[in-house]
């Protein structure tokens, strides 16, 4: 990839928009000219990148002239508003948000499992959920190796910085009045975040799962190319600042075995096993923050499913799970 | 129960020691005379009970002279040494550990789940596994409702008073030395708890679940009279002081409904339904903390199994998964 590239990134001063300005930079990719986008609250801001100060401008129907490549990480309603403009200006639209993400036509891509499917896109790929990207790195080559996954039923341990640098706000903000004994305050979650748990991450649906939850249904069948795959999963928020972690039970077409499935993630792009009971190795979430893998442990033969693996999968969910998985599509183009 | 009895506390100085004297105050057991013991680290200590300071003495073989309920909440080892001396003196042992609990002739009782078998003892009773516990309460209604409960696949959210009372300060001193900067000290969990989670809670077998783990599947087959059970539980450590929670998938031989869970829910003792999505109304283990019911919420038909539900119970692990739960035993006596 030698050509030199006009990048813009919308969203630029976020949790995952200053995270994708650190992959371009640690990943060298070819950037000629970077271009800071965001409302004009943060207009004006200055940004480091590769030793400069880039000042960030407002995002405007006009910003992307020129622009070769427009990372998105702003709310779907900005990617809605403002990624038909960056498409028209000639862009490749590459969307952190759920706004396109189950549209025919837009690919949805994580670059271990599906880069073929980055290759059809008519202007936009989708960046999945990062629930869904951190399971799926995980879970991918033990559906390549045991004939395709047919179930899943999995819990998450979803970190504060899902929801933006406000989540660890206030996770911060709640420990340090906590620990000072002064009444805390509540404004991204509707309960106490702090030494707590939260089993409701984004809107709930009429079926009673959550948004967040009928996201790896959905975009798991997406991504893996698997119409039959049915995901019931419980996502709860817990007092970690960064890295979702997931329990998972996969029920797959064929016999598997925990030897072979240590075999197949040992093999795999963008995963590690982290998995020795003996030395009660397995990872947590500190293990894989600002780190690039995804991290795979306690992989077991199930119980309830015969042909089923239960297994832990943790990844940082602000760099694998998005900001990451975005420069990582780009890099496939 | 008019009959006033001699009670003793074994571990009366632990985190569920101290909660036993507490419930037997709250619910006015009929006591006539109390003996606190513990290790001779903590005899002499003096702890409050019905507004007189009592001494703990130290446990010996001795120390069951005339009394007719031991209570035991000091490990696996105290209650192997100690209990059959308790049973010889003509006590009757209530014990919290995991020595007996799967001995043929040892009831295994959640009084709301299988009051009767406590009836059949022979000098000991058993008190489950705290998470088994609080699964259970949620779970049994629904058991009962739908001809039975074949599979449960769950993962919990476990707090650190699970740990006793050196659990809880670890996660404070941790929490204090990261808000100062300092370095942290890790002595109860082999890896930082603060602001992270650990997917390791009691010794690792060699099927790859952890001992706590098959608590669930072996207990749960006990106390349910459910020989064909199967349980694939994740055991998971969360930074949260006190009350543990589960996201539970679970598979009836008859078909189901939210309707009637909801419904058995509501008419089962011990248990409260919290559970209205309209309204973001569920429960975190803070709703659960001191108090004597486990909490059901985010009931929802589950998408893998076709009778299966999948919902959420959490309950305050010290209390009910443990000293009241022991207490109750004790009144079914």
């Known amino acids: 990839m030698s050509k030199q590239l006009h990048v813009a990134v919308v969203g630029a001063t976020g949790a995952v928009g200053t995270e994708m300005l ?10 000629a000219k970077i271009t800071l986008l965001a409302s004009s609250r943060s207009a004006g801001k200055r940004l480091p990148f590769r030793g400069e100060e880039v000042e960030v401008q407002e995002l405007t129907p ?13 709310g779907s309603g900005i990617s809605k508003e403002f ?5 028209k200006a000639g862009a490749v639209v590459i969307d952190n948000s759920s706004a396109f993400r189950m549209d025919e036509g837009v690919p949805l891509v994580v670059p271990e499992v599906n880069p073929d499917d980055a290759k059809s896109h008519q202007g936009i790929i989708a960046n ?30 979803q970190a504060v910085s899902g929801s933006g640098a406000q989540g660890m706000q206030e996770l911060e903000q709640q420990v340090a009045a906590l620990v000072e004994g002064s009444p805390i305050e509540k404004n991204v979650y509707p309960h106490q975040i702090a030494f707590n748990v939260i089993p409701h991450v984004d809107v709930f649906q009429d079926n009673g799962y959550t948004k967040e939850e009928m996201k790896m249904h959905y975009e798991g069948r997406k991504i ?3 119409p039959e795959l049915t995901a019931s999963v419980t996502c709860v928020r817990v007092p970690v600042y960064r890295s979702h972690a997931v329990a998972i039970t996969a029920e797959f077409n064929n016999a598997c075995s925990v030897e072979a499935a240590r075999e197949a993630i040992e093999a795999a792009p963008g995963v590690q096993l982290v998995d020795d009971r003996m030395t009660a190795l397995y990872p947590t979430p500190l293990d894989a923050t600002h780190g690039d893998d995804c991290l795979v442990g306690r992989i077991r033969q199930d119980l309830v499913f015969e042909n089923g693996l239960t297994f ?12 990451l998985n975005a420069v990582q599509i780009a890099e496939l183009l």
Not at 22 to 29: G, K, P, T, V
Not at 62 to 74: H, M, R, Y
Not at 83 to 87: F, K, L, Q, S
Not at 312 to 323: E, L, N, T
């Open 22 to 31: 650190n992959c371009l930079e640690q990943r060298d990719f070819p950037v």
């Open 62 to 74: 006009e910003s992307f002239e020129g622009v070769d490549i427009a990372l998105f990480s702003a």
């Open 83 to 87: 990624g038909p403009h960056a498409v």
């Open 128 to 157: 999945p959920n990062c629930t869904t990207i951190v399971t799926l790195v995980g879970l991918n080559p033990l559906h390549q190796a045991f004939g395709g996954v047919r179930n899943i039923i999995a819990s998450s341990y």
């Open 224 to 226: 893996l190319h698997a």
């Open 312 to 323: 832990w999968v943790v990844g940082d969910q602000v760099r694998k799970g998005a900001a």
